[in-house]
């Protein structure tokens, strides 16, 4: 048996460190009040801009901010701008352009815009620009735990323990909210108020603007879903790639 083929499950010593070291960590946070504070402006960031970049990538531009007033975040965008879209249609016919040989990219490119094409002329640009806050807060902590486990773009050791432990405290935050939303009808009261007056929340919206007749629970399981996905895939992915590469040696 060769030294890779020794490995457990293709992940090295280092990336075990890391994400068991990062998941034990990730539950401190939750025990200690100002840790906690702290680390929910990482959430916070992360949460406006996901909303920000997809109003952007549809043509509304707008600013990521902090709700200084009521706390959490706030994502303010103007209105479509013909302007942003325009810049977006040059950048990606600059893209085809460029990589028009490449047949795999132009397959992927075809469907990625017919995909926008659909969402930007159905509400559903709308309904992923609400849920895309909490789902790039599932997407920056799948890099995390993909960059803890696999040492990719890491300049020192400690750099993987630090990115398994944000990931893995975006995932419990994530697993958190969606058991109060689906079990504490207290806390589910207090969300569907909203931050402020005319101030409503994600989920909420996505429901009584879009979902309509649908459940609001099967929205809630829907995100629970994808926050274990969001765990799990980026370590197999890492697993299957260094499979991949120890077979091809």
Request: net charge neutral; aromatic share 18%.
């Amino acid at each position: 048996m060769d030294h890779d083929s020794r490995d457990f499950w293709h992940i090295d010593k280092g990336g075990w460190i890391a994400l068991i070291g990062g998941l034990a960590c990730a539950f401190l946070p939750f025990f200690w009040a100002k840790f906690h504070w702290i680390m929910s402006y990482l959430k916070i960031l992360i949460h406006e801009l996901g909303h920000s970049l997809i109003a952007w990538s549809f043509g509304y531009p707008g600013v990521p901010t902090f709700n200084l007033q009521h706390g959490g975040g706030v994502a303010r965008h103007g209105p479509q701008a013909p302007w942003l879209l325009a810049t977006l249609g040059i950048v990606f016919l600059f893209f085809i352009i460029n990589n028009y040989k490449n047949v795999r990219v132009m397959i992927v490119s075809g469907a990625g815009f017919l995909v926008y094409l659909l969402c930007i002329f159905t509400p559903l640009h709308k309904m992923l620009e609400l849920y895309m806050g909490h789902g790039l807060e599932i997407v920056i902590a799948g890099v995390f735990l993909f960059r803890a486990a696999s040492n990719w773009a890491v300049y020192h050791a400690a750099e993987r323990c630090l990115y398994g432990f944000a990931g893995f405290y975006l995932i419990f935050e994530n697993i958190i909210f969606s058991f109060q939303l689906l079990f504490d009808k207290g806390y589910r009261a207090v969300y569907f108020e909203g931050i402020a007056p005319g101030l409503l929340i994600d989920f909420f919206r996505i429901w009584v603007e879009h979902l309509k007749t649908a459940s609001f629970d099967l929205l809630v399981v829907f995100h629970f879903l994808t926050t274990i996905l969001g765990a799990t895939i980026p370590i197999a992915l890492h697993i299957l790639i260094r499979r991949r590469n120890q077979h091809d040696v």
